[in-house]
């Protein structure tokens, strides 16, 4: 697609429940990336994957988050047994990292309600 | 420390004057660095990027980088109304792997 697209837009779900937030890069982007945002805040690192190397999983807060990507396609970030603090706009990015830039593009977001 | 920091605001600047964002960040290996604008509700858009020591011009945006300083700073000639935003200020770490945003200036352009 043209764009970084994030399914699904909007999710409310109960605490405990597990979720799952998928996300499409732009075709050809090597590296993409997950952020937290919570309501009025700015932007938490979550999780960067760059081609097949290992993921820098340095920002993920609790064991509760885990995320994957198979090659250099779609990842899934998964929420497991969700607290009312998981409330969030989850964003996830992509970049091409050619020629030494890294500039990165957002999808709109997974707005996340734990209710 | 945080690694990338930015005033909040809210910064109000007149329509038609300078608005002028600034950005320190503690990672001295940091090459590369990047202005977002984000919208209530909307996903940050990129408005510069900078990678050298100096001033970067596009339109009416101004972005500024001292390395030596640790500093990064954002123009904004001729304000309008439409500027009013968040602005996020991010730097690509020195490992090259995650870029770190600050918590972003809240900009009011008033008429």
């Known amino acids: 697609g043209a764009g970084v697209s994030q399914s699904p837009s909007n999710k409310v779900t109960e605490k405990g429940k597990d979720v799952e937030l998928r996300c499409d890069p732009i075709s050809g982007h090597t590296a993409l990336y997950w952020y937290r945002q919570r309501l009025g805040q700015g932007l938490e690192f979550l999780i960067y994957f760059q081609g097949n190397s290992a993921p820098d999983k340095s920002g993920l807060p609790s064991d509760r988050f885990s995320a994957e990507r198979t090659g250099e396609s779609v990842s899934t970030l998964t929420i497991q047994r969700t607290q009312q603090e998981d409330s969030a706009v989850y964003l996830c990015a992509s970049s091409a990292r050619d020629r030494g830039l890294n500039t990165i593009y957002f999808g709109e977001g997974s707005w996340l309600t734990v209710v | 420390q945080k690694e990338v920091e930015q005033n909040s605001g809210p910064l109000s600047v007149p329509e038609g004057a300078i608005a002028s964002l600034n950005c320190t960040y503690s990672?001295?290996?940091?090459?590369?660095f990047f202005w977002y604008r984000q919208y209530s509700g909307k996903s940050p858009e990129l408005i510069m990027s900078i990678y050298s020591n100096g001033d970067k011009e596009d339109g009416r945006f101004t972005a500024q980088l001292n390395k030596a300083s640790q500093y990064v700073s954002l123009l904004i000639r001729d304000s309008q109304p439409s500027d009013s935003a968040t602005y996020l200020c991010a730097v690509l770490h020195s490992s090259a792997s995650k870029i770190i945003f600050g918590s972003g200036t809240r900009l009011s352009i008033r008429p």
């Open positions: 990672d001295r290996g940091s090459q590369s």
